[in-house]
């Protein structure tokens, strides 16, 4: 049953992906010794398409878990559930994946609770196991299984950061926004508007990057740039399209708006 | 039977909305590439009726959640719930929308906990899926599928805000009240006084709004001088009317009811 | 057996009530559009025999709730209980108040926290339906149900007022102690002295009351003059039936006490 | 069954009480009447034996109540139990007290939670009713009910207090620790020492309660001194017995310890 | 049942005590009134095995609970427990040792929240009864029936404190460290060294001790003694066995090891 | 059933440790005599390593615990399951351990809550006991078990720390990283790469570790470095291997960045 389970979450087909470095070699080398890996970048950069596109290329299927402050532990690993015949083991995604050789992505692990990261760290040391105590049950890992977590380090603060023990647990790649004109060919790519109307949209984001800590808490994504150019595509005015994709879901503050329009009308 | 459940939630009549600008057409763009919607404004604006008058022109249902902080994801997801033949799973108002291609409405949302926004990331990127963890499922989202947010920036702060990682998964329109001449028809016609009573009652509601951030929290919204025209109808004095429904509500403050007793006072 | 349910709420004999203005016929207009009411004023004023009148007078049975901090959305709404045949859903009393066209008072609502009192939204404006969330039904308001709200002004603060989005959704009806001739009256009534004694009573009161804010948190209430009635009618002496019913409950500051008994010592 | 559960809580023969004042007649006054009272006063002075006294007097059962911060309101009330045939209802004390027609004492109320304390309004005015919620019975007090608490002033502030909407809901009776010929015979009853030593006894306790305040929180209560007694009557050494009862319980501070020490030694 | 389930808490053989004053006989005496006591005195001082060694000599089981932040009146008290034939009544430890007349030993009574700590006040004046509210039970203590807690003062602080209503219900025994003599004869015995050794490692207790207060929170028990005697019987190094069980468990700070470490340098 | 239970956790083959000085004779003694002990040390220095070698030498079965914020005692002790024949009792970790003679590893033992430590005095005293408080069992601790518990001295702080009472039951081991020539060996044994080039591996470890606490939180642990060494033997170049494994985990911050890329280019 848990096979079949585990089939939901495999990848069909190809997820678009668009290589900025080397990251598909590293990330081979690091699932081929297991190595637990830790994605570091800006909310919309391609974090977790690049994972997708990295679990279809190793045919493994990809559990994914958008971490927040109240999962818990059994969030993870599972619970009993009561049935016609009493409780009944259910496992978490964590456990599903282990058991089934999936890869795990554990999203904006830092919205976690400390307490809830900490029972992943069997999983990532020599030991692969899981301790289901609630069930009396060690899972060993299957030898396909690899963890792997995302970290926005534009969060992390004194409050809300991984501890040591776990950082050093893992290893880390980079990511960031692509460079100009490999935006423009995934937003073109993603959209359906043309090369040349993607590079005006990435030219407005490139500018409101620059915002970014002067009033911005981020800025403009990849994500948001396709999702403007969808809109255009739909016969929306640009500068339309422009302020309900782009200016209006990241500020209130009229200067700011002010700022970002300007943006937009300078390109259109 | 989630078919039978869902049909509860369909518009049987157009529900009266008076537009005040493009945003029916921006929202049927939206709405054909099925981009989340996040709307922007003040309380009593007229965001609800608008929501509600798009799932009718849609043809689709609309589920609406009032968020609140205590809201749980299992709040939106579902739960499973004893039977008699065991443990039987009851979908969540997003659960139940996103398998049945309804409208999903998220009234309030920065109420909710930011664990809670973050169980509808999976429906707004290009996965449109809903990992039910509990029940070890994954919902693909119906095509008909959208989910729309409302905010109100007036009580954005640094404590109750988005995440960026959120506000950026959402297109937004901005509302306001509508301008003098429009707001007069909207309150004639949903209480049945006359366009110059109407024409009254707006021009009171104006000055209350200037006193907004000025000891009011909130200005005189069109849903309160609907109230105040229907205890007209009913053939309560008009100035008994708008204290009753325009100035005792929002204030306890012996100024500030004098103020907005003038303004009262001044037209009528 | 819902209906069966509600009978035990309806009010059989009239609750002796003494109108000070206009109350009575601003609430008849309010109910005949079915506007929700909020009733504001301090402690012990009459406010609940108010709605217990109106609820007579209206035919109506009214269900009474006592907020509080701690009172969760399920505590107003209703929950699965565990039966010999599984679960069995229990209407809450804002659902059983809804169903079937009682008038639901939520007393002292400024208590509840404000997950629990958003509930009621839904409720307030045109919609005037109950989504149980946890059941999968949408429950329609019974034309003849009515929402009520009371609301002390005193303990309002920062940390504890209505949403503007709430109090909006409110006509409003002040109240306060009534005029001396009008309480001496309710007291001989309540307790069984005399009017003469009734009257030596609501001066002590009158006293108290402007002592209010100088060291006191409330006033002597209407309510506290009927308890010193009846302890003389048992034969109490006066003066230790005030201090027993009037003073001692209400202050432990020696200063204060001694500025109570004078009053009293005033009198008697 | 519930008439069977209630007499454990009848009082088979009389409590000693010992009376100081008027207590006994003003408060038969308000039983008459069903006033709901409150007894104020500091820690061991007599309140819980009063009330044992009065219920006895009165031939009606008495149901405790020890408040904490943690009590619930379910813990008052009720809550159905799982059984056999399904839920089963269990009375709380404070339902299974209304029901019967007891006396319900809930000793030192202001250190239950707030919302637990405003269970007990409906019972306090003149519906002396409880609405057990989830069971969706209006419990109707028996006509021998009395609502009674005790409060201790000493403990009183901002923090933890009774809100004035509650206070006024009752009585007052204060307390205190009994003059020294009352507290000897007292003392010497309870604990079998002669009248003499127990004279002695109460003059160490009423040096202590100079101290209160003065780095003391609480003086020597009469039951302490019942406990000294007691030791010297098994035969402990006066100095040693006082130390051990009296002394070392209430001070950990070497001055503090010194002083009292001081004071046992000038009386032995 | 619960007969044989009180027999666990049996103690078998005499638990070895050496007596420091008259704090068996004053016991004792306490005992034969049953006036609950409260043990104060440092962390592993004796006082556990006192308990036990008392209740060996009285022939009472002795039910022992550690207490903690989260222990819940539940804990103490019983709770049901979901059986075959539906619910089933679990005492707690308090319960079972007051129903079947054992000491019940309440360790480090502190560490538990008020609410907790409350339960215990039925059972430390007159009524001796323990209200089973769940159950709807009243326990009358059995005759042989006795409450003991222990207590630090050295934790004690304003946030964690026993309430003054809580401490006069309780003679106290003041324990501190056994002199010299007695403590390295406590030591030899329990280890199994010479005395001479023993008294070697008394020293180093003493010395440590000294700086309680200077950099360190607790000084070197008995306890510690005995382990580092029973290492050193193993064949450790005494040096050695001196930093593990001595030096090592007590602190991190470089100064204040070096400052130990001296100490058994002197010594050895 | 617990003993099938408990073989999943016995060690089948000797995991590598690699001794630095007599920890493993002191351990022996410290067994012999069923000391509990504490390891003190910091992240990833062979902590959980040691212990799992000594489980095999001993031949002893090896019960893990990773200890967090919100495990509570029932995660430790066991709780009841609900099965078709009613509740059934599971022995928690700690339960298994201490029934069926396994050593109990409870690792990172700060950060649980002081409430869930304290569960484990019992155990460590004397009496070697463990009350299942909700079963009414009292476990005896079987004659091979021993409780181990680690401790990072870099975490200590106020807020988290072991109480005096918890810190005294225990000897102590203090570990750190091994000295250069061992650690490469380790690295070399453990990675694959040649002692030479695990030799610059551990240079590159010290220059960091040497930051710690000037910047960095922890230092690169030995097990940091063969992750890197792993990523070589797979082909990747040096210093991306490094930048992955060493760098990237550990810091954020730019200029820290650049310190420790110096460090590695100096090597390589």
Known sequence: MGEDLIEQYRIRSEPYYRATGNEIALYEAAYSVRMPLMLKGPTGCGKTRFVEHMAWRLGRPLVTVACNEDMTASDLIGRFLLDAEGTRWQDGPLTLAARHGAICYLDEIVEARQDTVVVIHPLTDTRRALPLEKKGELVRAHPDFQLVIS????????????????????????????????????????????????????????????????????GISTRMLVYAGSLIVQGVDPLAACQMALVRPISDDPDMRDALDAAVATVF
């Open 151 to 218: 970290y926005n380090p534009g969060y992390q603060s004194m409050m809300k950061d991984l501890k040591p023990s776990t950082k050093q647990r893992f290893g880390a790649l980079d990511f960031d926004y692509p460079e100009h004109g490999v935006e423009a060919e995934i937003v073109a790519h993603e959209s359906g508007v043309s090369l040349q109307l993607a590079d005006k949209l990435v030219s407005i984001a490139e500018r409101a990057r620059n915002l970014k800590g002067h009033g911005l808490d981020e």
